[in-house]
């Protein structure tokens, strides 16, 4: 009888690596044909507001948020930066790049009085009354953007019947082995699954590392208020958006995501905190996510299986199509190839977390604790400490 269960389990545990297998093929096709072109001519040149909400002095902040300086664009730029605290490490970091552009409007907002649990949006509630113009650009202060960003951003926002323009994103390394970690998810694991959701049409993303939209759309879906109780406001966001008639697009251009973990505490809470708000945001398709793991599949099915050669087979192909969609991934991000030999860690690592978060009910954020309730709203609990 154990024979029979073990066989059967061996028998479902290749059944996923193989499709894990596929659908990472179908990643790696899908990869290399997106490509990002060249700025077309603009029609217009709205204004733009930016909103940075800013908290610490986190590894590459002036270099990211220089970026958001330093864009080809000739239309009005306002670049508000929010923090809570006037004492935030970030602070001198802001007031030298306030310093160094004499010229422009950028300014520091200071707001202290939280007015609800995500810290985030609450940052953004206290930049909300000072935006000026008929754009409003949101973007993480862990995101550096290319010079032609908002011209690509407003030239999108103008077309009919868009709400919302967000971009996806990949890792850029700063810092050792788990700094590379995280970036590796990004890269390997959550942009190809994007890709293949879009393609598929299962998923309707938006990202809250960088979104667009007219100030007009914003006061439609309630303003930054409606979302103060979300863990995944971005989601929240582009559910309001779409439910106000609005299309939200992704166009084929991708910014950079700063990865400066720095051991393995701080890698895991950040992707536990993420991957709780993905399972939010979209229950049943991240539940479907599990499909994407082919390796951790294969070798489960390796110790159940009692011929080797087959299950080596399994565990080869699974490494070998992870190994080809890595190489396109840094191909077409025209980045360098760098410790191939840590993807399969990452897999493993990455299958970890997926089935960790079904009981994860509490997440870490900003240095806070929360409670997730099933609606995805969060509770504050405190200061936070370990995981």
Known sequence: MMGVALFALALACFALAAAGCLHTLAATALVGRFRGRESPPLPALPSITILKPVHGAEAGLYENLRSFCEQDYDGDIQLLFGVHDAQDAAVPIVERLIAEYPGR???LCVTSNLRGPNPKIANLLGMEAKIRHEVVVIADSDIAVPRDYLARTVVELEKS???????????????GVWARLAAMAIDYHFLPNVLVGLAAGL?????????????ATLATIGGFDAFLAHLADDNAMGQAVRRAGFRVTVPPLVVCHTCAERDAVELLRHELRWARTLRAADPLGYMGLVMTHPLPFAIAGAIAWPHPYV??????????????????????????????????VRDLLSFAVHFASFFVGVVSWRGRRYRVRADGTLVPLGKSGGL
Do not use: H
Request: charged share 20%; hydrophobic share 45%.
């Open 105 to 107: 409007d950028l300014a």
């Open 161 to 175: 019947g868009v709400g919302l323009v967000t971009y996806l994103y990949r890792g850029d390394v700063r810092g």
């Open 203 to 215: 998923a309707r993303p938006c990202f809250g590392a960088t979104m667009a939209m007219k100030r």
């Open 311 to 344: 299950a080596g087979a399994f565990i080869a192909s699974a490494v070998a199509c992870r190994l080809a969609l890595q190489l396109t991934v840094d191909r077409t991000l025209r980045v360098r190839t760098t410790s191939p030999w840590l993807g399969p």
